[in-house]
């Protein structure tokens, strides 16, 4: 069992940035691909990010590209999602996930994550 812990989700105004962070202590972190999903109240989870074992793919939901950065870094067992002009609608409760880099396919998918963290909330304010 893979134990991934989430941090760096708080209040923060829409038009603001936060970066979360994902570790995963005493892992072979560098062996995983790594996702984000976030789940708003009343509606489904949805993907916002993933990104290979290496960091050489990386992938984004319409609605993020272009204010969302994920990174990692395998050294220091952790994988980050600086998140940049927030708006309300990014209201969500995100996850962190990972899957053996052999299984990282479908990186947009859920079903393809087998370790999920407990989330961390962030909330922008209009």
């Known amino acids: 069992q893979v134990q991934l812990v989430e941090s760096g989700g708080r209040l923060v105004q829409a038009g603001g940035s936060l970066r979360l962070s994902c570790a995963a202590p005493?892992?072979?972190?560098?062996?995983?691909?790594m996702g984000w999903f976030r789940q708003a109240p009343g509606k489904e989870r949805e993907f916002v990010a993933a990104?290979?074992?290496?960091?050489?793919?990386?992938y984004y939901a319409n609605s993020v590209k272009g204010r969302f950065t994920i990174s990692r870094d395998n050294a220091e067992n952790s994988v980050y999602l600086q998140m940049n002009s927030l708006k309300p609608e990014d209201t969500a409760v995100y996850y962190c996930?990972?899957?053996?880099?052999?299984?990282?396919?479908?990186?947009?998918?859920?079903?393809?994550?087998?370790?999920w963290g407990q989330g961390t909330q962030v909330t922008a304010s209009s």
């Open positions: 996930a990972a899957t053996f880099a052999t299984n990282f396919k479908a990186p947009r998918e859920g079903a393809t994550y087998d370790h």
């Open positions: 005493g892992r072979t972190f560098s062996s995983y691909g």
């Open positions: 990104i290979s074992w290496n960091g050489g793919g990386s």
